[in-house]
Structures are given as C-alpha cells and as structure tokens.
C-alpha cells in the first residue's frame, strides 16, 4: 500500500512538472516602476492574472501532445495546424515575455547606432518609425499587437496582428522575428487611459528598453 501510494505521488508530482513547461520569467522590475506611463494596478493585472493565464492553458492546451516537447518558437511557427487553444495561449504566452521585456523604469534609453541606422534607413526617421508604429497600434480594430520586427532579408517591418497573433506564425501575411511589440488589448491600458489608446501609445515610447530592442535585433540578424 505504501509503495503504491508513493507511486501516485510520483505520477501526481510528474504530471504536475509535465504542466510547468512553460513559465512566467519574474518581472524585471516593479509593479509601480513604470507609473506614469503604465500604472502600478494595470501592470499587477496584466502580468499575474493575464500573463499568468497564457503561460498556464498553453501548458494545459499542449499537454499529452507532441507540442509537449517542443520550444515556443516551433510551436508558433506550425499554428496553422494546431487547435485555436493552442493558437490563442501559444501566441498569449510569447506576446507577453516579449513585452514585459520591452518595457523598463531606466530613462531615455537609446537604440544602438545599428538599430537606429536601420531604423532610418528604412522610415526615413525615428520620429516617422514611432508614427507608423503608433498608427499601426491605434488602426488596429479591437485587440491585438502592433510589431517591429526582421524579416528573413534582414529588414524592418511594422505590422499589426490581432487577437494574440504575432509575425512568428505561419498564418500571418508578413512574418519575421519580432523584436518590438506594443500590446493594445484594452487590458493593457484601459485602467488609466479608459478609451484613449492613442494616448497609451504615445506615452509607452517614455518607457520602451531600446537596450533589449536593440539586443533582440543583433540576435535576429545573427540568425540569417
């Protein structure tokens, strides 16, 4: 009896590290630290209920399956085949690690000269990039994400996907490697900003880590 309770446990605790494939990574930074911009309740929300939420039901979504075994990155890029469970958490959980990311409390941070010289070679401008950035966020039809990303050529792109989709899936129309995105489900923002996403979108700019933008771009050409 005492063995076969032992092994019940076992296979309660195996299940259980089976579930935990994929983790939240510790915000890298405080609740409030982004307040101004992004306010302190917002942030506790979106990372420990929705964040949370995305990292858990794909867990859920893919356990039993062959997707068990594999890397985010592989998942994402065979969505076409997968559940919309799969699609929708997949996508949630990825979207969200980036983000967090991306944003950070230290104060004017800078692109790298090769970002920035890629930046303005492609949009003409800093200042045109975080337009079209903005208006790909502001344009985009109830929820979803705005992007910067590298396509397989090594250039830059805007686009804008909907719901949790994103330029890694093979069911998007322009695909690449992400290496900026800007989340505008209302969850995001609608505590301080209400229906003013315009302004959440301009104010996120005081607050983007252009070190991690910048590192993401150097890993993404250095996969080409």
């Not at 990372?47 to 592989?74: D, R, V």
């Amino acid at each position: 009896m005492k063995i076969m309770k032992i092994a019940a446990l076992g296979a309660v605790l195996a299940a259980q590290f089976t579930l935990a494939q994929f983790k939240q990574t510790p915000l890298p930074y405080a609740y409030n630290a982004l307040e101004g911009s992004i306010d302190a309740q917002t942030m506790e929300i979106h990372y420990s209920k929705h964040g949370a939420a995305y990292a858990s039901n794909l867990n859920k979504a893919i356990a039993g399956t062959p997707q068990e075994k594999e890397t985010i990155i592989k998942i994402l890029s065979e969505t076409s085949k997968l559940s919309p469970a799969v699609r929708n958490n997949a996508g949630g959980h990825y979207n969200h690690e980036l983000f967090w990311t991306i944003l950070t409390p230290e104060k004017n941070t800078q692109p790298s000269a090769k970002l920035a010289k890629a930046i303005t070679e492609t949009f003409g401008s800093m200042d045109a990039f975080k337009e079209k950035m903005s208006k790909a966020g502001a344009d985009r039809f109830g929820s979803g994400w705005a992007w910067l990303s590298v396509d397989k050529n090594g250039k830059l792109f805007v686009s804008s996907t909907p719901n949790q989709d994103n330029p890694l899936m093979d069911i998007v129309e322009e695909k690449g490697t992400p290496i900026l995105g800007i989340d505008v489900w209302e969850h995001a923002y609608y505590l301080k900003y209400q229906n003013k996403r315009a302004d959440y979108l301009s104010a996120i700019w005081n607050v983007l880590n252009w070190k991690e933008v910048s590192k993401r771009y150097d890993d993404a050409l250095s996969k080409k």
